[in-house]
């Protein structure tokens, strides 16, 4: 009798090396990647009304020789009602007024490219910064929600070998207000009623979600993403009055940033884009894996849990025969289990399809027996959307060019 084949999730299944194609990992002498931890110290975007709390606002606007409540209006005109146009802030003394305004809200993003796809419920935005610097943010619109996907730094310098933006190096920190600002232009473009293809919708009308997923390690630009979270929760006029909780921070793994972020007074979504449950292979996926290990990462994680409460997510991009195997499932469920119960959650990512390219999606059944491994050892588990991936809108697919 002929031997019967082995259904694929069971059959010996390959293990393929993270290696970056067309590209080179630069090494240092310490035979470790060379990651770039600090901003090159390149020209700074000029000071932008969002990067000042209302105090500094306030400040700044008697500096100016306006009386303090000015500050408020101003906040109401940009926070509440998007727009940094003089033309549009009546209630301020004409005499004076585009001058003032154009001295506070300097332009910092102009809008080079706009992609959209699901029928207009995902918008991609290439913007470009006062030195000429490329970033993007995607912004998605679900049922009931309104997602905006953020960019923190210009470039990236944790060189992960399958992202693009990683590969082109770290330009420089964002400012507060060029974080900010991406949250503000996107809630002017639904305003005028731009996402979703000009259909009539009684979902939401601006954004109440913010991922840290687009370009950068937000912890990499630890200061000025923490303001920016603040920016976005202050209540309004002082900011954007979002919830904490609908706010995502994610890294790679920095630990002693994520220790920071634990004693923050902030309750936001903490995700850690995990990969792989072993040193081995996430050395070379995620290079800064070489500082910090998968436990200490984990360990800190799981701390963050515990003087916050929140539950964390791990985040685990599946890609074909590299870090898909069942026993890796195991790993990460033993892994999250040793710390604890109902303190994690785990979403699974499907890669897009790469054809030839060793960074290419699971099969179907072997993403399933993944998800179900991880639920069958009690991890609470969902497959991720992939939304954007038509216009290569999703994490680590990020390469600004125009
Ligand atoms: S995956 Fe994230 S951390 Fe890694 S290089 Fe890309 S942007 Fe940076």
Avoid at 59 to 66: C, D, T
Avoid at 255 to 276: G, M, Q, Y
Wanted: charged share 25%; with cysteine; proline share 7%.
């Amino acid at each position: 009798m002929p031997a019967q084949a082995l259904p694929s999730t069971t059959a010996p299944r390959p293990q393929v090396r993270p290696t970056p194609e067309g590209w080179v990992q630069p090494m240092g002498p310490d035979g470790r990647p060379m990651l770039r931890f600090a901003s090159p110290r390149v020209k700074q975007p000029p000071q932008h009304f969002a990067d000042l709390s209302l105090e500094e606002r306030q400040a700044k606007v008697s500096e100016l020789g306006l009386p303090g409540f000015r500050a408020k209006q101003l906040s109401k005109h940009y926070f509440e009602h998007y727009t940094a146009d003089a033309e549009r802030m009546t209630d301020l003394p004409k005499d004076g007024r585009s001058e003032l305004v154009g001295e506070l809200f300097p332009t910092l993003l102009t809008e080079v490219k706009r992609l959209s796809t699901d029928r207009g419920d995902t918008i991609k935005f290439l913007w470009r910064l006062f030195d000429g610097a490329l970033v993007e943010s995607v912004l998605m619109r679900y049922p009931g929600r309104i997602t905006l996907c953020v960019s923190s730094q210009a470039g990236c310098g944790m060189n992960c070998p399958f992202c693009a933006t990683g590969q082109a190096g770290l330009t420089r920190n964002l400012s507060t207000a060029e974080i900010v600002d991406q949250v503000v232009q996107a809630n002017r473009v639904i305003a005028a009623g731009e996402l979703g293809g000009g259909r009539g919708t009684d979902g939401p009308t601006r954004v109440g979600n913010i991922v840290f997923m687009g370009m950068g390690e937000p912890l990499a630009n630890y200061k000025r993403v923490m303001a920016a979270v603040h920016r976005m929760v202050d209540p309004a006029p002082a900011g954007l009055g979002m919830s904490a909780r609908n706010i995502t921070v994610s890294t790679v793994g920095l630990v002693p940033a994520i220790r920071k972020l634990t004693d923050e007074s902030l309750p936001v979504t903490f995700a850690l884009s995990l990969h792989a449950p072993d040193d081995e292979l996430r050395d070379e996926l995620i290079p800064v894996n070489t500082r910090w290990k998968v436990d200490e990462a984990l360990d800190a994680a799981r701390e963050y849990f515990e003087k916050t409460g929140r539950r964390v997510s791990i985040e685990y991009a599946l890609i074909k025969d590299m870090n898909d195997h069942a026993w890796r499932a195991q790993l990460l469920a033993d892994k999250l289990n040793a710390r604890g119960r109902g303190w994690v959650h785990v979403n699974p990512i499907p890669l897009n399809p790469t054809p030839g390219s060793i960074w290419t999606s699971s099969e179907r059944e072997v993403e399933q027996q993944f998800v179900e491994t991880l639920l069958a050892n009690g991890i609470p588990t969902t497959l991720r959307d992939t939304r954007g991936k038509e216009i290569d809108g999703a994490c680590g697919q990020l390469a600004a060019a125009e």
